[in-house]
């Protein structure tokens, strides 16, 4: 019975609403003064924006979106699942982020068995994301430049295989002539610092490297690369793809956000992201130092427990960030 009553009371509200809009150009005192919030009476008929209220042109008042997510370890359902978790592919795997950014931090390899289905789902994503005006971003993990330099300790045997073998999988990650690794060398750098408020590495930056410059430390990265120089002190124990100096709390939490807080005045942002030091006790992103250092391994793989976690930064309009932890059970801030 009310139903129908409902109905008609709504279409009519809605015709009100249609002709007020119309007519507001006619009635300018009005429009202006009005604080109604419907596009409509704020925008001149003839303009774009009322043609079309929520094309894409809106989008750039919106807020910038970036999310990230932590070791995959080869395992692609996982994969799909926090990408879709994270909103930025569709039930095909195409990008349907948008103009998002996407980043992962690194350990994309080992310990499973889609190895390649990974790494060229990410290829293919980082060029739909272009051409649909966003971003992939991939940083390299311990578990890339191991492979990279022949440390196959963690190489699964149907890994191996998914490639025809250990020998075509060693030419396959050879940066100068493999398919793989040149593919990983052009796209991947050691650290990546987002529209200047969060730096994201696999493992953590502690500030004697920061100091250098995220530019520097990219540069250093790709020549011991180049040069097969997996030495180098970069890659050791204390640099930014091993170190858990920040996730393990040494010295105690008040010296390790001592040592954050350098990390970001070295740098200028507000907050360091990293992944390498599983959360698989929690399944849940660690966050300390008032949001200045975050964790976003949260063991997605089924190696490590499987997981679901995905990081979002909203860039707010007034030059501030919004972060949520997106789980399957909901959004929270952190
Ligand atoms: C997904 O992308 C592929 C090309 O990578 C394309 O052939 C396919 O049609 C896309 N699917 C949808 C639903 O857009
Ligand atoms: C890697 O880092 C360098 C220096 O910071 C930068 O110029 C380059 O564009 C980066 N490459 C990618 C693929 O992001």
Not at 98 to 113: C, E, H, K, N, W
Not at 311 to 328: F, H, K, M, R
């Amino acid at each position: 019975m009310l139903r129908p009553l409902l109905f008609v009371a709504l279409l009519c509200v809605l015709v009100m609403y249609y002709r007020q809009g119309s007519s507001s150009s006619s009635v300018p005192s009005r429009s202006s003064s009005s604080s109604s919030s419907s596009p409509r009476r704020k925008t001149p008929p003839d303009s774009p924006a009322y043609q079309k209220p929520f094309s894409s042109s809106d989008q750039t008042t919106h807020a910038n979106r970036v999310v990230a997510v932590g070791d995959l370890h080869s395992d692609l359902p996982q994969t799909l699942a926090v990408l879709r978790l994270a909103k930025v592919i569709d039930n095909d795997a195409n990008w349907s982020g948008g103009r998002d950014t996407l980043v992962q931090t690194g350990d994309i390899v080992d310990r499973g068995p889609d190895t390649i289905a990974i790494y060229n789902l990410f290829d293919k994503l980082r060029s739909q994301a272009k051409e649909a005006g966003g971003q992939v971003v991939n940083v390299y993990g311990n578990h890339e430049v191991m492979n990279l330099g022949g440390d196959l300790r963690y190489v699964t045997e149907e890994d191996y295989a998914s490639f025809g073998g250990r020998e075509k999988r060693k030419q396959a990650w050879n940066v100068k002539t493999g398919w793989l690794g040149k593919m990983i060398y052009d796209n991947f750098n050691i650290t990546h610092v987002q529209n200047g408020h969060t730096v994201f590495s696999h493992g953590d930056m502690e500030p004697e490297w920061a100091r250098l410059g995220v530019d520097t430390l990219n540069h250093l990265a790709r020549e011991a690369i180049w040069t097969s120089n997996y030495y180098a002190p970069i890659f050791q124990g204390s640099g930014p793809i091993w170190s858990r100096s920040h996730a393990m709390l040494e010295g105690g939490e008040e010296e390790t956000c001592r040592r954050v807080n350098e990390v970001k005045t070295a740098l200028g942002v507000n907050r360091l992201i990293s992944g390498h030091t599983p959360q698989y006790q929690t399944g849940k992103i660690l966050s300390i130092c008032d949001g200045g250092y975050m964790v976003i391994d949260v063991g997605i793989s089924r190696y490590y427990g499987g997981h679901l976690a995905v990081l979002e930064i909203l860039e707010n309009d007034d030059g501030t960030q919004s972060v949520y932890a997106l789980y399957p059970g909901g959004k929270r801030l952190v």
